[in-house]
């Protein structure tokens, strides 16, 4: 039986696999920092996009995108200014948040499912 650390890393790459087939361009997989991890660094369009992959086998622990609340949201947005800061992304590039998230097998992808928060 695998454990939590290694069903994560399987469905952040089947997260890329499908986000690739959606037209975004993967950046960095499991970009890490102090103040914590972001699962997908993606270009989609004219956007920096910040992807969290949430799985969850079936809804007894409620939905995967109801597991990125406003904690996790805080320390996804301090870890993506570090990200574009080391990168030396200019202001200027416009960026997002995403939430892909798997259900058994099934994928949804919430463009735009939260804003900035510092």
């Known amino acids: 039986m695998k454990d939590n650390h290694s069903v994560g ?3 952040e790459k089947k997260a890329a696999e499908y986000l690739k087939g959606l037209g975004y361009e993967i950046l960095t997989q499991n970009f890490r920092c102090k103040t914590g991890e972001i699962d ?3 270009r989609d369009g004219k956007y920096l996009v910040f992807v969290e992959v949430k ?3 079936n809804g007894k622990m409620g939905s995967p995108q109801e597991a990125v609340d406003w904690r996790k949201q805080k320390k996804i ?3 993506a ?3 574009c800061m080391r990168e030396k992304i200019p202001d200027t590039q416009p960026c997002r ?3 892909a998230a798997c259900m058994g097998e099934r994928w949804t992808l919430i ?3 939260f804003s900035y928060i510092c």
Do not use: H
Request: hydrophobic share 45%; aromatic share 24%.
């Open 40 to 42: 997908l660094v993606a």
């Open 9 to 11: 890393a399987d469905y």
């Open 77 to 79: 947005c301090k870890t």
């Open 111 to 113: 463009r735009d499912a």
């Open 97 to 99: 948040f995403d939430v």
């Open 81 to 83: 200014a570090y990200y």
């Open 55 to 57: 799985y969850r086998a």
